[in-house]
């Protein structure tokens, strides 16, 4: 994650405390990996850490580097005992998009792949865990507090406020366009939770779609029920998610909402995982014109998520705020208005209200 480490220090190099130190913090090129003959690896740093606090970004999930996701994250974890072995003061992880947060179901005969890393990290030496948007709220619950923080940031506020910024600008456009014309519509019952927090965000309508899986399949839709509590004719409907991954989900949900006629269907999620065929879906959508927008952060490095290769993406960029989550961190600062519930009222009345 070295360029997206590197927008991150030349964000926190801005903050008055930490001008002092902006040509000896940043270590983005401190770690190397030596590869052995017979495959094995070693990770070496090349700079004195001793008695200082740590910021380590990884990515196991898609990266610039082109590494598996079982590689990146070994890589991840011979990376936190070198650091541990160097006397860093305090090791955080910052994993923006947490690859294996799908994986935390205990059933009887199956792995909680979740579970496997953070105990993992924990066990290494890792004290603090910071991501965007996990899968579940209940994943924070497998780290033990006592042993290593967790701070889970709801990144779908980020998004709001790019609504608010680009699309809606005031108050009388909520009132009079958003209000009356939009609607917030989930993927699946799981994700009803997300689409809600948008409705009641800027008081629009609520659509909940109901998936059932193949589960004989991987990535497979059986069929697709849409409730709700007042008709989609000529809404302008914004499907939530946390992830687009295959995009097979939504293309569904696309294809099942469509023959409603709403006005125009966009899609707003934070993670852009967008494995093959994500872009071939998505870009004939756009041009069979069931498909306005795509709206994403940054938070997975992904060759496949720019606007050049998918129509009508837009990218927002979350690396000022991981600039301001590391500040209050190091500062022992409170987040409490990280977390804080967004109101797109009180946001285009006091815009400054909502300053991290």
Same mark, same amino acid.
């Given at each position: 994650?070295?360029?997206?480490?590197?927008?991150?220090?030349?964000?926190?190099?801005?903050?008055?405390?930490?001008?002092?130190?902006?040509?000896?913090?940043?270590?983005?090129?401190?770690?190397?990996?030596?590869?052995?003959?017979?495959?094995?690896?070693?990770?070496?740093? /090349?700079?004195?850490?001793?008695?200082?606090?740590?910021?380590?970004?990884?990515?196991?999930?898609?990266?610039?580097?082109?590494?598996?996701?079982?590689?990146?994250?070994?890589?991840?974890?011979?990376?936190?005992?070198?650091?541990?072995?160097?006397?860093? &003061?305090?090791?955080?992880?910052?994993?923006?998009?947490?690859?294996?947060?799908?994986?935390?179901?205990?059933?009887?005969?199956?792995?909680?792949?979740?579970?496997?890393?953070?105990?993992?990290?924990?066990?290494?030496?890792?004290?603090?865990?910071?991501?965007?948007?996990?899968?579940?709220?209940?994943?924070?619950?497998?780290?033990?507090? &006592?042993?290593?923080?967790?701070?889970?940031?709801?990144?779908?506020?980020?998004?709001?406020?790019?609504?608010?910024?680009?699309?809606?600008?005031?108050?009388?456009?909520?009132?009079?366009?958003?209000?009356?014309?939009?609607?917030?519509?989930?993927?699946?019952?799981?994700?009803?939770?997300?689409?809600?927090?948008?409705?009641?965000?800027?008081?629009?309508?609520?659509?909940?779609?109901?998936?059932?899986?193949?589960?004989?399949?991987? /990535? &497979?839709?059986?069929?697709?029920?849409?409730?709700?509590?007042?008709?989609?004719?000529?809404?302008?409907?914004?499907?939530?998610?946390?992830?687009?991954?295959? !995009?097979?989900?939504?293309?569904?949900?696309?294809? !099942?909402?469509?023959?409603?006629?709403?006005?125009?269907?966009?899609?707003?999620?934070?993670?852009?995982?967008?494995?093959?065929?994500?872009?071939?879906?998505?870009?004939?959508?756009?041009?069979?014109?069931?498909?306005?927008?795509?709206?994403?952060?940054? &938070?997975?490095?992904?060759?496949?998520?720019?606007?050049?290769?998918?129509?009508?993406?837009?990218?927002?960029?979350?690396?000022?705020?991981?600039?301001?989550?590391?500040?209050?961190?190091? /500062?022992?600062?409170?987040?409490?208005?990280?977390?804080?519930?967004? /109101?797109?009222?009180?946001?285009?009345?006091?815009?400054?209200?909502?300053?991290?």
């Amino acid at each position: 994650m070295k360029e997206y480490a590197s927008r991150v220090v030349e964000q926190v190099t801005k903050f008055s405390s930490f001008v002092s130190i902006a040509e000896t913090c940043n270590a983005v090129d401190a770690l190397k990996t030596d590869r052995f003959g017979d495959g094995e690896m070693e990770v070496v740093i /090349n700079t004195s850490i001793r008695g200082k606090d740590v910021i380590l970004f990884t990515s196991c999930a898609r990266n610039e580097a082109n590494i598996a996701v079982e590689e990146a994250k070994i890589e991840a974890y011979h990376a936190v005992d070198a650091l541990k072995r160097s006397q860093a &003061t305090r090791i955080i992880l910052f994993e923006p998009f947490v690859s294996c947060s799908r994986s935390d179901r205990t059933t009887r005969r199956s792995s909680v792949g979740l579970w496997v890393h953070f105990k993992t990290l924990v066990s290494l030496g890792t004290q603090h865990i910071v991501t965007y948007q996990l899968h579940s709220d209940k994943s924070k619950s497998m780290i033990d507090p &006592t042993l290593c923080k967790v701070d889970d940031i709801p990144a779908l506020t980020l998004l709001k406020r790019y609504l608010c910024a680009v699309y809606i600008r005031n108050s009388n456009s909520l009132e009079e366009e958003v209000r009356p014309h939009w609607a917030f519509c989930s993927v699946d019952a799981g994700g009803e939770k997300l689409a809600r927090d948008f409705a009641n965000a800027f008081g629009a309508p609520l659509v909940v779609a109901h998936k059932q899986r193949d589960y004989s399949q991987a /990535n &497979t839709i059986e069929s697709i029920n849409i409730l709700s509590a007042e008709p989609i004719e000529g809404k302008i409907l914004w499907i939530v998610d946390d992830m687009v991954d295959t !995009a097979g989900s939504v293309a569904s949900l696309i294809g !099942a909402l469509a023959p409603l006629k709403p006005a125009e269907i966009n899609i707003i999620a934070v993670h852009a995982i967008f494995s093959p065929p994500a872009s071939q879906r998505l870009n004939q959508l756009s041009e069979q014109g069931l498909l306005r927008r795509i709206i994403v952060t940054d &938070t997975v490095y992904c060759p496949y998520s720019t606007p050049e290769r998918i129509l009508n993406l837009e990218v927002v960029s979350s690396t000022e705020l991981s600039a301001k989550i590391i500040m209050a961190i190091v /500062n022992n600062s409170p987040m409490s208005k990280l977390l804080q519930p967004f /109101n797109a009222e009180t946001y285009l009345r006091s815009p400054m209200l909502f300053n991290y």
